[in-house]
């Protein structure tokens, strides 16, 4: 029976008290009330960010499947609604006007200030269309957005994809052939 007893009494021993509980609870809420705000602002980030990832990620993907189809893809960028659609270089007519119709959006209050193309011509009104080719070579671009006060500058090289981006509207020339590009 003294074996009995001195388990139940080393049973009773273990655990927690009171205390110990509080203290572990207020640690956990410390570090959540330090954590949360920035895993939001991470989960979430900021909407001009995000416009600039979904253009990135939309000129990895045309690039790798143009070179993977065999077909050149072109990304068509509606300035004024800040939208963008894609077809392919074989598409008729009526089917680029069908696609069209159902445009994917950039997130809401996403301006597309301007876009330089070839030549340095700065578009700032209706449709750009930003060529991929099935020989990984796609056409230079420079894409200002704007949301609010903020700015953002993507640049697109032709050869390399994207090569640089800016968290300010930076006024960058295209090289023309047989000249560097100095910034």
Not at 16 to 39: D, K, Q, R, W, Y
Not at 74 to 103: F, R
Request: proline share 4%; hydrophobic share 40%.
């Amino acid at each position: 029976m003294s074996i009995k007893t001195s388990i139940i009494g080393n049973l009773n021993k273990q655990g927690f008290t009171l205390v110990e509980l509080l203290l572990v609870i207020a640690l956990i809420g410390v570090v959540l009330v330090l954590a949360v705000p920035s895993m939001r602002d991470t989960l979430t980030g900021d909407k001009l960010q995000k416009a600039s990832r979904q253009l990135i990620g939309m000129e990895r993907k045309l690039r790798g499947e143009a070179v993977r189809d065999q077909i050149d893809y072109i990304l068509c960028l509606d300035l004024p609604n800040s939208a963008y659609w894609v077809v392919t270089s074989d598409m008729t007519p009526e089917k680029q006007d069908e696609i069209k119709k159902h445009p994917q959006h950039l997130p809401s209050d996403i301006v597309i200030l301007d876009i330089v193309g070839e030549n340095n011509n700065k578009k700032s009104d209706g449709e750009v269309r930003i060529k991929f080719g099935k020989n990984n070579i796609c056409s230079p671009v420079v894409i200002h957005l704007a949301n609010e006060d903020n700015k953002m500058t993507i640049v697109i090289n032709p050869f390399l994809g994207v090569t640089d981006i800016y968290d300010k509207y930076v006024d960058i020339s295209l090289a023309v052939s047989g000249q560097s590009n100095s910034r």
